[in-house]
């Protein structure tokens, strides 16, 4: 909180995008369609991060499992979206190291979505009073993507995939 007040955020909103079906914005979100600053999206995952913690997980993890959560991801990246001003930011997250969770779906979304792209990750951390995200995080793209075996700092951490997304004016 004390970071938001530095960072002069005097309004912040948090809500649970529900499952919602046959609309394109949640009919609690309606008249907010197209007005938010900031929308973060901490998608569901396969919790591939979280395997290093929890390994018995990935052998119960199936196909038909990552077919689900990438069509959950697809559906909330788009009606997320949906809220985002001109301006704004999109924030996508997950707790996954798979490639088709995280990098593939961002660039889906960029081919089907021209009005947004990639926010310069160097600016995120004078925009937050953060440092920089580390050389050795990022992907091809530009993206942060923390793993485990990326160096001993990081050895602690989980898997996890941020992209910040910016829609053009």
Known sequence: I?????????????????????EEVDPNFRD?????????LDAPCSGSGVWRRQPDAKWRFTEDDIQHYQTMQRDIFNRGAALVKPGGRLIYI???????????????????????????HKLLGADLDLP??????????????????SGKESEKCDGTFVAVLQRQR
């Not at 004390?2 to 046959?22: D, E, F, H, P």
């Not at 997950?94 to 310069?120: G, H, I, R, W």
């Not at 920089?132 to 075996?149: A, I, R």
Request: charge should be neutral; aromatic fraction near 10%; glycine fraction near 6%.
């Open 2 to 22: 004390m970071r938001l007040k530095r960072a002069g955020v005097r309004n912040l909103q948090s809500r649970v995008i529900q499952n919602w079906t046959g």
């Open 94 to 120: 997950t707790c996954s190291v798979l490639k088709s969770e995280n990098s593939q779906q961002v660039q889906a979304f960029l081919a089907e979505n021209e009005d947004f792209a990639p926010y310069d």
């Open 132 to 149: 920089p995200w580390p050389q050795n995080s990022l992907t091809q793209d530009g993206f942060l993507q923390l793993c485990p075996e």
């Open 32 to 40: 907010h369609a197209g007005k938010f600053d900031r929308v973060v």
